[in-house]
């Protein structure tokens, strides 16, 4: 009988890519997690210059300082009225705004319980109110704020003066033919992006309200909206889609970023974060390549905010969840040979300081709030 000699299979090791600087960034620079709980499920998130937490949840929203990992101040509605969408104002981060499932869009200040402004609940304003729940609500630079609601309206109003400035329209009477979720304010072009139910995303010039500028079109329900620039970022199922305004035209579609439906997109720089009932919040980077990627499972997770400092995540079982993001080293550039040694020595002395930092805070986010 003929023999054979085996042949000797040889095996290669896997290769390895080598992360990028943005990955590396969010391997390493996300400090343990400071957990709180509410009694709902949050349903936004927003963050001031302050590094104040603002969550929305149910009938209340609550102010947290997580460099202190207290919960400042709770605001709750009158009559157990539904609160949605608080959002700070950006240039007074002491004062923000909610809409409500009765319509009225609510003005707050951060050190008193009680609204100061009900924009549509005087006589002057009582007809011109929103008559389904508003969602969304947006400051922009000029004491004006814009409410997007399940009456399918987006309305402008004067703040101060408890007005309404204009009504947005589209071949209708109405800005949108389905109820209206999703929003977000291009402030360095005066445009306002708002997404709605009847799959279309709409962007409109503030001066122009009679009709929108552009609009472009998804499968399924816009459920989340932001924006880098002049990219708008919408979210809709478990696809991503980018505008680029400029061009006005689709840049790119991103499918099946998730599992399930995702129901937040946040940008900040370069980072675009998107959150998903699935569970996981998915960071990408400048080319829109997954860089990181968390998992809350088993909570479904409803917002997501992150403003270079701290990164919050609310969920559908109330927990939120808030990391200390490190801040990126910095490198120093062509010390001269006669000061050389005192900036080591400072520059080290720095590096020591933070470090200690990144302990004691790590410590403090180790506790679960309950």
Known sequence: MTTFKPTTVSTLPAIIEPLSESAKFWKNNVNPATVYRELNAINWIDINGHNQILTTSATKVSLYDPESSEKKRTFQSPNHTLLYGGNFRRENQKIFATGAADGIVRIWECKKSKPLRLLGNNDNAQSLKHSAPVHRVNFNGLNQLFSCGDDKQIKLWDFIEEKILYNFNSDSSSAHDDYIRASCLIESASLFVSGSYDHTVKIWDSRSPQTSCYQYGHKHTIESVTNRDLLVISASDTTIQVFDVVAGKTLRTLDNVHHKTITCVHNYGTYLLTASIDGHLKIFDFNFNVIASFSYTPSQLLSCHYNGSYLAVGTNNGIL?????????????????????????????????????????????????Q
């Open 321 to 369: 969840s808030i990391n200390k993001i490190s801040p990126q080293p910095k490198t120093t550039k062509g010390r001269s040979a006669q000061h050389g040694g005192d900036k080591i020595r400072k520059q080290d002395d720095a590096d020591d300081d933070e470090e200690m930092a990144n302990e004691f805070y790590s410590a403090i986010f180790q506790k679960e709030r």
